[in-house]
């Protein structure tokens, strides 16, 4: 699987350098979204998978280069040089597009959320 769901600085208009990475090393973001729960963990958003909730938009990219996976683990800090414990960890989900639903990885937030700001809206860029 090389598909990847963003929701967050990897998206189109966050403004973070690693976008452009991603941007150079995929191909094709189209609107997306997932049924999760986002919250501010700090300047960056953590979503927490969760088929009962709302959605929680983002993108989609494909064909993600393989050399890319490790350079966005590090990056989200859950690569195998990481210490424990990680705030993400990458796992696959069902992300709904205009073409249909499609199985993509995507960096869902593992810690507590107790004392964290929910996003609402479920759109971090809106916030």
Known sequence: MSALFVYGSLRTGAGHP?????????RDAIDARVRGRLFAVDWYPGLVLDDEAGWVVGQLWRDVDSALWPVLDAYEACGLDDPLPHEYVRTTTA???????????????????????PVISGDWLAR
């Not at 690693?18 to 995929?26: D, K, S």
């Not at 992300?95 to 700001?117: D, F, H, K, M």
């Open 95 to 117: 992300i709904t597009t205009v073409a249909g639903v499609v199985e993509a990885w995507v960096y869902a937030y593992v810690l507590p959320v107790a004392n964290l700001q």
């Open 18 to 26: 690693m976008h452009e990475r991603l941007q150079n090393g995929a």
